[in-house]
């Protein structure tokens, strides 16, 4: 079983930086891709970003240009850096990884989500 365990998050100021991290218990190389989502209070859970295994990345438009997702193979950690940070982004942070086998059939796994919270 894939564990992903998530931190980094904390209390920042608006117009702060943050950076998330997500450590896989295997080998994130062979994801077909890794993402962030967020959870607000008494909201769904969304997409933040993507990035599969050849690089490609992918932003909801709310951070495109304040957010940047990248993948450390080696050291099996998807980062989540965040700057210019708005109290709207206040929420829980998952990250979230999906496999494909040779028969197609996916699986998706999950981390416990860390919390950021961006003060006014």
């Known amino acids: 079983q894939v564990q992903l365990v998530e931190s980094g998050g904390g209390l920042v100021q608006a117009g702060g930086s943050l950076r998330l991290s997500c450590v896989a218990s295997?080998?994130?190389?062979?994801?077909?891709?890794m993402g962030w989502y967020r959870q607000a209070p008494g909201k769904q859970r969304d997409l933040v970003a993507t990035?599969?295994?050849?690089?490609?990345?992918n932003y909801v438009d709310s951070v495109k240009g304040r957010f940047t997702i990248s993948r450390d193979n080696a050291e099996n950690t998807l980062y989540l850096q965040m700057n210019s940070l708005k109290p709207e982004d206040t929420a829980v942070y998952y990250c979230?990884?999906?496999?494909?086998?040779?028969?197609?059939?996916?699986?998706?796994?999950w981390g416990q989500g860390t919390q950021v919270t961006v003060s006014s």
């Open positions: 979230a990884a999906r496999s494909i086998n040779i028969m197609m059939q996916v699986r998706e796994y």
């Open positions: 295997k080998s994130i190389f062979s994801f077909a891709s």
């Open positions: 990035i599969a295994s050849g690089g490609s990345t």
